[in-house]
């Protein structure tokens, strides 16, 4: 079956695959641009985007739009969204049966996004899209690439909140995949 923005929206507002279903006030679906060359994903939604139902709200939002305005981009030119598409209560890491079962939403939004770049925002991300052992501190900013996509991982603005010392890194990080962005424009081009 050949599922649409339209069919994931629907299934994602009656999902009942895990538990946090019963403690969720509103599904976070991804958010932006639905024909990105660049999407971003994140662990799971915090307590704020969990009652307005927006990914990337808040402190952590702030962060993430500093970031991508300081590199010159806007929410406006990527999509974002996060493996999980409920909130954990108490910010704790998503469980693997958690993961399992929002694993086809995911799936679903990269299938129709078709993605260039996929930048995983944080350790929880990166150990589910790039590798189980990927290591943030030593690995962020490194590439791998796969059908197609060139894959990354940068500090997870939430971890910059908490220490502020990481914006600098980060911002390079944000820099360099605007770079790889570039470059498979130009190669497109050619």
Known sequence: MQYTWNDIEQHLAVCTQCPLSRTRHLPVMGRGNRQADLMLIAEAPGSQEDRQGIPFVGGSGEILDRLLEDCGLKREEIYIT???????????????????????????????????????????????????????????????????????????????????????????????????REEFKQQKTV
């Open 82 to 180: 996060n493996i999980l598409k409920c909130h954990p209560p108490g910010n704790r890491d998503p469980k693997e049966e958690e993961k399992e079962a929002c694993f086809p939403y995911l799936k679903y939004e990269t299938f129709l996004l078709k993605p260039k770049i996929i930048v995983c925002l944080g350790r929880v991300a990166a150990q589910r899209i790039i590798s189980p052992d990927f290591r943030i501190t030593r690995q962020h900013g490194t590439w791998t690439y796969r059908k197609n996509c060139a894959l990354t991982a940068v500090y997870h603005p939430s971890a910059i909140l908490r220490d502020d010392s990481k914006y600098e890194t980060t911002k390079e990080d944000f820099c360099k995949i605007v770079k790889k």
